[in-house]
């Protein structure tokens, strides 16, 4: 969906490193969250936010941190990239006025290797 | 843990045939939707059947729900090369305002 950008698109990255994926969207959403998908493992919640000073921890947000900058904005940092944090990165965003719906849109996704 | 099961986790057939994916889950849930992606791309919304909603048709997509089972199944009907793609369930669970997502089943529709 091109209202929600990813950068970069792709990385590659060493053990130690500290990087940051950025997401951006225009879609005027509330709601942004940040998954990875790893294969046959589907997609996995790393972390989310409801607004800009609602940071919630998903299902597997160790060696993660996110900054909510602005509504449009949801940025994820690894710290110290590991190996093992080798896996495709999506952000998605949903509107809190659909509450009972609760579709998301995706990004194209970030492609992150750690050697 | 994940929440959704889906089964196949491969499913390959021939063009025109129909294409049916099961996924089941563990807790409450608003509603449940299913996505498709593409190879390496991000994930694009198809359908959403609420709790209270048993079926539900989109063009060529039949999605029903079985709540007392915890289950549901997305029907795609006279299967196109262009439907070769992953198909993920996801489970609105109730009052947490999160998706979860199925490991997904791999849906190959051969020319």
């Known amino acids: 969906d091109a209202d929600v950008t990813q950068t970069p698109r792709n990385r590659i990255t060493k053990t130690g490193k500290r990087i940051m994926l950025e997401c951006s969207q225009t879609k005027g959403h509330d709601r942004m969250y940040w998954y990875r998908q790893d294969p046959g493992l589907g997609l996995r919640l790393i972390y989310y936010?409801?607004?800009?000073?609602?940071?919630n921890k998903g299902e597997i947000s160790d060696g993660y941190s996110v900054s909510r900058q602005a509504q449009a904005k949801f940025s994820l940092s690894l710290e110290s990239a590991i190996p093992n944090q080798t896996a495709l990165y999506f952000c998605a965003t949903s509107d809190r006025t659909a509450l009972l719906y609760n579709e998301q849109f995706f990004g194209p996704g970030t492609r992150l290797t750690v050697l | 843990s994940q929440q959704g099961e889906e089964d196949p986790q491969a499913l390959s057939i021939q063009e025109g045939e129909n294409a049916t994916m099961n996924c089941s889950y563990k807790t409450s849930i608003n509603n449940l939707q299913w996505y498709r992606q593409n190879s390496g791309r991000g994930l694009v919304h198809l359908i959403l059947?609420?709790?209270?909603?048993r079926e539900k048709h989109s063009g060529r997509l039949r999605v029903t729900l079985d709540t007392s089972k915890k289950s549901s199944s997305l029907l795609i009907t006279a299967s196109r090369a262009a439907d070769t793609a992953s198909y993920f369930c996801a489970t609105d669970v109730s009052n947490t305002g999160k998706l979860i997502f199925g490991q997904g089943t791999t849906l190959q529709v051969k020319p």
């Open positions: 936010s409801f607004d800009v000073k609602d940071i």
């Open positions: 059947i609420r709790s209270n909603e």
